[in-house]
Structures are given as structure tokens and as C-alpha cells.
């Protein structure tokens, strides 16, 4: 089992920065590839990045890209998401995943946080 534990959301004004935080604890976090996932209100879940075992690959979806930057600090169980220049239509639900294998794909994810809200204001 993996607990996964996001932090940082808020609320931010439109072109400002925000930096999510997902702790884990249980098994060892270095043997999983991690994701961000959102979900906005009457939407479907949709990938946001994703970031290997090691951290050397990482993958965005094309509306994040060159705003988002995922890492990950393996000595101390967490993942981020540094998000740059929000803009309104980024507010939603996030979430962190773990997975055995890298993935864009929200089913090849084993364990999932419980969410936090960001709203961004125009």
C-alpha cells in the first residue's frame, strides 16, 4: 500500500504561481512513477504530467506544457507540481497517483491521493 497526501492548493489569481506537494508513506516510493491528474466540476478526470521512477522522464499534457513542471525528491517521499501562469480554465481537483509503470493513462494508476481544490480567479 501507498498513502499519498497532497498540499498547496488554493486560491490564486490568474497568471500567478501555485506549487502542489504529494508526501507518500508505505512502500518504497523510488519503485513508482507518479502522476497529476485533475478534475474540474462536470468534467472527466484528465492527466497533467507524470514523472518516472527516477525522475529523468518526464511527460505534460499539451494544455500544461511550458507552464507545469513536475518533479520529484525521491530522499523525501514527494512529487510536485510547480504550476506557472494559471489561468482560470486550470481550477480544478488535484490529484497525485502512483504507478508501476510511467502512464498518461489514469487506469494504469494504483494508488491515488485524496485531492486538493485550486481555483484560479480571472
Known sequence: QVQLIESGG???QAGGPLRLSCAA???TFSAYAMGWFRQAPGKEREFVAAISRGGRETHYADSVKGRFTISRDNAKNTVYLQMNSLKPEDTATYYCAA???LSRIDDGYDYWGQGTQVTVSS
Do not use: F
Request: glycine share 22%.
Open 10 to 12: 488554493g486560491l490564486v
Open 25 to 27: 508513506s508505505g512502500r
Open 99 to 101: 504507478a508501476q509503470l
